[in-house]
DNA sequence: AGGAAAACAGGACTGAGTCTTAAATAAGAC
DNA sequence: GTCTTATTTAAGACTCAGTCCTGTTTTCCT
């Protein structure tokens, strides 16, 4: 009756290898023929289980690509700055801390993750409606570093902001792959740091 | 072959009720039974149509839920408004005008689609990832009420904001339904257009 | 009326996701 | 070491969304 807690047997280590297995695998697929024309037999298959078993490690075949942690990584970067940092600040040196922190091949599956976001319709929506881009998590996370609740405004509005910025990130990128997804989603939040004059400019008539 | 390119013959007609009757339909089984619990041959058959014949209409199960014509009226508000107007107060006016020119029927079922939105995990998603919330149809939208272009990055990181406070809109009124939705849009685009204070304030040490 | 074009019913088919059952395997007790 | 028990797995049946094809009906135009 007495369970040891924590987990480090045999038993908890084949899982993640045949996760981490899984994953390896899928990702590798979807590069080779496209995320449509891999079924989960394939994943299954090459990574030899069961396609049921496929199904026990990810709820979805859209989770396969959306499992990471590197939002888990962003928060702790964030703690780790300084206290007294302006939030602004605090924020660029955490995005830039958590993309220079992650290891070769966390790097090139978060490149593939996000091509996959911009090319496959599925996973875009998945992604979007993940936890990386919600409102409430993200406000969370500011409210925490700013020592506000989540229930304030003004919170939840720069959540929102933090968000749309994201999403303006990843459409710049989308447009030219040559840019850095990093880079560009410092400049917009510099940007809209100093407001937006675009607001006050007049509309002319419609083309 | 001279095709007369106008449309108001019998056929088309039908077509017109044929596709109103399966969303009628399905949004009252939706209401009645549950998202999940209705199958598209339960839809079909309420209609009295083939299931084939529902996909004649509508690409995808959540297409039945997520088809208006909000979108295409906000644009037409936004021309509406006089040249000269600057562009905050514009996107006020068209958003109020917008909301203001529903008939009853479209605000009830405007009413039904956010309840459903609200309710199921599959139809939030999907209204995330749709048209609405797209940073490139809002940049042109943008840009072409300014003059300018789309590629203008001033104008990418505009319209990523105005569908960061859509995101954080949606988030307050899931929180409190009571209030308004247009209100509180709103609200936070005007929050916005005097720049974001809490960038500047000083983080403190997590909890 | 008669022929072309579009819409339709009906049904076969693929693949995702759920569920159940029985076999394999690891954990802990003796 | 072996036995018991709980968990993990394989295998496959099943439901439903979405695609595609075929032959039939309806509408349109002349």
């Given at each position: ?121 599925e996973?875009a929506a998945a992604?979007r ?79």
């Amino acid at each position: 009756m007495c369970h040891t807690l924590w987990v480090d047997s045999l038993r908890e280590r084949k899982k993640a290898r045949t996760r981490a297995e899984l994953q390896r695998h899928a990702l590798r697929l979807f590069a080779e023929r496209g995320y449509e024309a891999t079924t989960v037999e394939d994943i299954a298959g090459a990574a030899e289980v069961a396609r049921s078993t496929f199904f026990r490690y990810f709820a979805t075949k859209e989770d396969v690509v959306l499992f990471d942690d590197v939002d888990s990584l962003f928060e702790e970067a964030l703690a780790a700055v300084p206290v007294g940092t302006p939030l602004l600040v605090a924020l660029i040196e955490a995005i830039r801390a958590t993309f220079a922190g992650l290891n070769e091949q966390k790097r090139a599956q978060e490149e593939l993750r996000m091509r996959l976001g911009r090319t496959v319709p599925e996973i875009a929506a998945a992604l979007r409606a993940r936890g990386a881009w919600d409102v409430e998590q993200t406000a969370r996370l500011v409210a925490s570093a700013l020592g506000r609740t989540p229930e304030d405004i003004e919170v939840v509005a720069l959540a929102g902001a933090l968000i749309g910025a994201r999403f303006a990130a990843q459409t710049l990128v989308a447009r030219e792959p040559h840019r850095s997804y990093v880079d560009t989603t410092l400049e917009i939040l510099e940007r809209l740091r100093s407001g937006i004059p675009l607001f006050d400019e007049p509309i002319v008539g419609s083309s």
